[in-house]
């Protein structure tokens, strides 16, 4: 299965707020050994109020358009990929449009979810219409504020999430351009589904509900139930994939993974072999669904993925889901 899909531009925000292990261990009250220990981030960032899940995802679109050379007005269609939302209603997408100055423009702009895969869901979904020809220019945007809905007595999670937004510009393949991509793959695992959680703010636990509990809006996870079954389920996901993927990368020049944790980059090199992985868990953290954009984002601009390289881009989600995307820049 090859699609004539290319990746036309990237951009990236970070906040510019930076927090570093010795910041949070004084907030903490721990050591920031213990940080590091529990999370293998060095430093995250933290979005000031100023900062929100829309302007920051507007700010990356706006480098991946013009990396791109396409202006905002000639897009097609714009994806908001990301899996916490500023708000209930309205959709993040739209908010997005409005920071871009396209608010009267009449761009279909809506979301695709799947919480750290959402922007490999989003990549499917935004080439399954540059085949049909229904798009042509596709903005994808996943920004991300976890530090929202942190617990800041479990170091773990305050640790190891970062605040950032990526973004992408998909167009159909220049004519002559080895630029496609050649395989696409999801599995979930749903014995998996509340290992990784943020049980309110829906309709079971809604904020308004008597039983509802501040605490229920906190993210939670379980990290090493969530590693066993990732590495119990990988080879079978992985091979729906990309063909041999279980037993190592082949011709694929470079790994672009979700930053989930220490020990879960310890699982993708287990997989993949460390020298290949693009790795940004230590200065970003796990940016949730920003994490495999941003990651692409560092390949592309220092060098590691060059224009006519394979690549995969690779992760694992709430749900619990594995999803993967072998292409050449």
């Given amino acids: 299965m090859d699609l004539n899909t290319h990746i036309a531009g990237v951009g990236r925000y970070l906040p510019k707020r930076v927090i570093d292990n ?27 109020p100023e900062e929100t899940s829309s302007m920051m995802a507007a700010r990356a679109a706006e480098e991946a358009l013009a990396d791109a050379g396409i202006e905002a007005k000639d ?39 799947s919480t750290c895969l959402s922007f490999l869901s989003a990549v499917e979904v935004a080439s399954a219409f540059i085949q049909l020809g229904r798009f042509k220019r596709v ?43 050649h395989s696409i793959g999801f599995s979930t695992y749903s014995e998996g589904a509340y290992l990784t959680q943020v049980p309110g703010g829906g309709t079971r636990l809604h904020p308004m509900k008597p039983e509802a509990k501040p605490e229920d809006g906190y993210f939670q996870m379980q990290g090493y139930a969530v590693l066993q079954m990732a590495l119990r389920y990988g ?36 997989f ?45 989600g709430a749900g619990l889901s594995i999803g993967g995307i072998v292409f050449t820049y």
């Avoid at 009250?29 to 000031?48: L, N, W, Y």
């Avoid at 209930?88 to 739209?94: G, N, Q, V």
């Avoid at 953290?285 to 995969?312: D, W």
């Fill in 235 to 270: 080879p079978e996901a992985f091979e729906r994939i990309w063909p041999g993927l279980s037993r190592g990368l082949g011709d694929i020049e470079v790994a672009i993974t979700h930053q989930p944790s220490a020990a879960g980059m310890e699982g993708f090199a287990h």
């Fill in 75 to 113: 897009l097609d269609l714009i994806l908001n990929a990301s899996g916490l939302p500023e708000q209930a209603i309205p959709d993040m997408a739209p908010l997005i449009q409005r920071h871009l100055g396209l608010s009267a423009s009449g761009i279909p702009s809506f979301s695709i979810h």
């Fill in 139 to 181: 903005l994808i945007c996943s920004s991300e504020i976890p530090s929202a809905g942190l617990n800041r007595a479990e170091i773990k999670t305050a640790g190891l999430l970062g605040d950032a937004a990526a973004a992408v510009v998909l167009t159909p393949s220049p004519e002559g351009s080895a630029s496609r991509i």
């Fill in 272 to 316: 993949f072999g460390r020298e290949r992985l693009v790795v940004t868990l230590p200065k970003l953290g796990n940016c949730v669904a920003a994490s495999i954009p941003a990651t692409l984002y560092e390949a592309v601009s220092t060098g590691r993925l060059k224009r006519g390289q394979r690549a995969l881009m690779v992760g694992t």
């Fill in 22 to 48: 010795e910041t949070l261990a004084a907030e903490l009250g721990v050591t920031p050994q213990a940080i590091f220990e529990r999370s293998g981030v060095i430093s995250r960032h933290r979005a000031d």
